[in-house]
């Protein structure tokens, strides 16, 4: 299991398909202002949006983020919406010079509804809508080392030497 999904079954706020806000909506149980539909997919609009136009896209089937989705038509077809919505505001009268696409994996990362979904967030001006801050984590490897971290599954034999001196 990787970190990630430890993390994920960690931070697990112990929700299923039954209460699941989304699944919710795609039942329609609750309303939603749809903006587009199709068997696989389903986008609507963001109840606290960032900017005008942010529109939520949903996979119908609950998959509670993206790593776990293992269906690839699935994937294809919520990444169409995607675009698609993109498109349709990209040629609103809402008129945004940009889109921000952002999916929050854990609640480590800000994912507050556990199914998967990518958020689609018009930009309008700088400083204003979602900010990609960028803070460096506080223990940063040497990007050589993340690299051979990646690409070997090992960490290189000088670093594991100094860590075991430690
Ligand atoms: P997350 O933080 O999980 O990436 O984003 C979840 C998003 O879903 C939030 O932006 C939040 O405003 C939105 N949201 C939560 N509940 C509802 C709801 O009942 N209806 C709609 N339309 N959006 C919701
Ligand atoms: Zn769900």
Not at 144 to 166: F, R, S
Request: aromatic share 8%; proline share 4%; charged share 30%.
């Amino acid at each position: 299991m990787g970190i990630v999904d430890k993390m994920n079954n960690l931070s697990s706020d112990g929700s299923t398909h039954d209460d699941c806000i989304f699944c919710k909506i795609v039942k329609k149980e609750i309303p939603a202002r749809i903006i587009d539909e199709n068997e696989y997919a389903m986008a609507f609009l963001d109840v606290n949006p960032i900017s005008n136009g942010h529109v939520v896209v949903i996979p119908k089937k609950h998959y509670s983020n993206l790593m776990v989705c293992d269906n690839d038509e699935i994937l294809y077809e919520t990444m169409k919406m995607v675009r698609h919505v993109a498109k349709i505001l990209d040629a609103s009268k809402l008129q945004p010079w940009g889109f921000n696409y952002l999916s929050n994996q854990g609640e480590m990362a800000g994912q507050a509804v556990r199914h998967w979904h990518v958020h689609v967030i018009p930009k309008y001006m700088k400083g204003e809508g979602f900010q990609f801050s960028s803070i460096p984590s506080k223990d940063m490897e040497d990007l050589d080392d993340v690299y051979e971290i990646l690409k070997t599954g090992k960490a290189k034999q000088a670093k594991m030497e100094e860590k075991a001196k430690k």
